[in-house]
Every structure is written in C-alpha cells, then in structure tokens.
C-alpha cells in the first residue's frame, strides 16, 4: 500500500510493516543532514562567542571595517564642546 512496494521484504511490527528506503532517499537524506551540520557549524563560528557569554552582541561582528554608523552615512558630528558652547550662546 505505502510506496508499492510489494515485495515482501521489510519489517513488519504491530501491523505495520516499514520497508528499506530506497537510494535515492538515503542520498537525499544524507545531504539534508550534511547541509544541516553546515549550517549549524556556520552559526557556531559566527554567534557561539555570544552565546557562551565570551563577548557581548553589541560589540560587533569582528568584520573590520575600521567606520562606525555615522561614517557609514557621511554625517558629520561636532564634538561635545562646541556643541555645548554654541547651544549656550543661543
């Protein structure tokens, strides 16, 4: 009934009997499981500091950039002081 596998080859067990995977499910399977642990060694190296507490989200990524956010966008921010004097003379 499942598959159409007929042949009598296979484990029956409470009624029910499972059949062997056919090679192409195996292939199938074993490259889903490989693209699995892929990613999960990818998340590891780019998050695991976060996670085991060994460095802080906020702190970056470690890409290098050498900018921060304002750089990043052309703005210009003045230093405190002139800030502070320029807002007084106001």
């Known amino acids: 009934m499942a598959g159409g596998h007929g042949n009598g080859h296979g484990i029956t067990h409470g009624g029910l009997t499972l059949h062997p995977a056919a090679r192409w499910h195996k292939v199938v399977g074993t490259?889903?499981?490989?693209?699995?642990?892929?990613?999960?060694?990818?998340?590891?190296?780019?998050?695991?500091?976060?996670?085991?507490?060994?460095?802080?989200?906020?702190?970056?990524h470690g890409?290098?950039?050498?900018?921060?956010?304002?750089?990043?966008?052309?703005?210009?921010?003045?230093?405190?002081?002139?800030?502070a004097t320029s807002t007084a003379s106001h």
Do not use: N
């Open 31 to 60: 490259g889903m499981c490989a693209m699995m642990w892929f990613w999960i060694l990818y998340r590891a190296k780019e998050d695991g500091p976060v996670v085991l507490g060994w460095r802080h989200p906020w702190e970056g």
């Open 63 to 83: 890409h290098g950039h050498g900018h921060g956010h304002a750089e990043a966008h052309g703005e210009q921010h003045a230093p405190a002081a002139a800030t």
